[in-house]
């Protein structure tokens, strides 16, 4: 006979964890219109067809540099 110990199976107790510092939300603003820097070195106003965080406008108007407008 072996002298293993059987034991029930108990879901583990999960310890609440207590962070260093509270995580810090972050608001993406969404704008229709944009200044934007393109490749040819041109500044122009662009409108988009619809609201548009900074990163897409970037990509779907294929600028260097994008500042939105209110």
Known sequence: MS???F????PLK???YNKAYKE???YTTKYKSFNIFSSDGENR???APYP???DEAMIHFKAL???GNN
């Open 14 to 16: 999960i310890k609440p």
């Open 7 to 10: 034991t029930k199976n108990r």
């Open 45 to 47: 106003v662009v409108v």
């Open 65 to 67: 540099a994008i500042s």
């Open 24 to 26: 810090e939300a972050t």
């Open 52 to 54: 548009m965080t900074l």
């Open 3 to 5: 002298n293993k110990r």
